[in-house]
Nanobody, 124 residues
């Protein structure tokens, strides 16, 4: 069992930055790939970025490439999402997820556990 708790969301102006954190409980965190997804009002949940179990590989959606960076600290059971140059279209609820796999995945169905989400609002 893995429990995930996101934090760090909030209101920011366009061009600003935020860092989201996702703290995980359980002993299997370090053997799981982790991902961030987001869901804007009226839209489907979409993949943002993912990181492999040891941090050696990452993948990122084209819409955030060059602006968002995922990282993890297995000693702290935490994964991070650094978001720079934020745009109004980045406004969404951001979810952290723990995969059943070691390697990166863009597909929500490969993730077993999900956090409750944290709201990110970017004003223009």
């Amino acid at each position: 069992q893995v429990q995930l708790v996101e934090s760090g969301g909030g209101l920011v102006q366009a061009g600003g930055s935020l860092r989201l954190s996702c703290a995980a409980s359980g002993r299997t965190f370090s053997s799981r790939a982790m991902g961030w997804f987001r869901q804007a009002p009226g839209k489907e949940r979409e993949f943002v970025t993912t990181i492999s179990w040891n941090g050696g590989n990452t993948d990122v959606a084209d819409s955030v490439k060059g602006r968002f960076t995922i990282s993890r600290d297995n000693a702290k059971n935490t994964v991070y999402l650094q978001m720079n140059s934020l745009k109004p279209e980045d406004t969404a609820v951001y979810y952290c997820a723990a995969s059943s796999r070691y390697g990166t995945s863009r597909y929500a169905e490969t993730y077993d556990y999900w956090g409750q989400g944290t709201q990110v609002t970017v004003s223009s």
